[in-house]
């Protein structure tokens, strides 16, 4: 089992370039969340899916999207990057009470 | 929303001295979660704690949850280099986690 996969570990944006981020889990399990972590400031959560289909909104939401493509991927999506959302992004997914952490990316806009 | 205190930010203890964080709230927490993040890494799950008063080990790491349900600490007896990271705790509610800012502990040896 490879658990939770993030891709890619770095990148580099142009501010208003946009990308997806990518998060697959094979743990059968039925939520995934996209959290950011800034210095200083713990881990934020972005959107979760509770099950296929279905997202919600978390913390700080503002300029990304996501899509639950089913029930093993989670992307994330930024349309438009501003260097703001410089930051590690991290993917996990929820089994009865524990959150499953993928290994992150590293993203910068410049 | 609801908003989870970490204290202290920062600690710096030599190998063998003892080591606690804590979080605080000033409304009742649902449940709280620990987790640990080493440097480059991810979080990493240790531990869940649900009632009132509850008090959990696991080898030198002890895990309390307040009588009132509002604040819980982690302890670590005996520090090893090993124990070098971030410890998290986060307040657990509907399956989602709300995260602290969390203690950055550095051990010499």
């Known amino acids: 089992n490879a658990g939770v996969t993030q891709t890619p570990k770095f990148q580099v944006l142009k501010t208003g370039q946009s990308m997806t981020l990518q998060c697959a889990q094979d743990?059968?399990?039925?939520?995934m969340y996209w959290y950011r972590q800034d210095p200083g400031m713990g881990l934020r959560l972005i959107y979760y899916?509770?099950?296929?289909?279905?997202?919600d909104k978390g913390e700080v939401p503002n300029g990304y999207n996501v899509s639950r493509l089913n029930k093993r991927e989670f992307s994330l999506r930024l349309e438009s990057a501003a260097p703001s959302q410089t930051s590690v992004y991290f993917c996990a997914s929820y089994r009865a009470y524990e959150q499953y952490f993928g290994p992150g990316t590293r993203l910068t806009v410049t | 929303g609801q908003q989870v205190m970490q204290i202290p930010q920062y600690q710096h203890v030599q190998e063998g001295e003892d080591f606690t964080t804590y979080c605080n709230s000033s409304?009742?927490?649902?449940?709280i979660q620990w987790y640990k993040q080493r440097p480059g890494g991810h979080p990493v799950f240790l531990i869940q704690l649900v009632k009132s008063g509850e008090v959990k080990k696991q080898k030198r790491l002890t895990f309390q949850f307040g009588e009132a349900k509002k604040n819980s600490s982690l302890h670590i007896t005996a520090t090893q280099t090993t124990d070098v990271g971030t410890y998290f705790c986060?307040?657990?509610?509907?399956?989602?986690?709300?995260f602290g800012k969390g203690t950055m502990l550095l051990v010499s040896p």
């Open positions: 899916s509770a099950s296929e289909g279905t997202t």
């Open positions: 743990m059968n399990h039925n939520s």
């Open positions: 986060a307040e657990e509610r509907y399956s989602t986690l709300t």
């Open positions: 409304t009742t927490l649902s449940n």
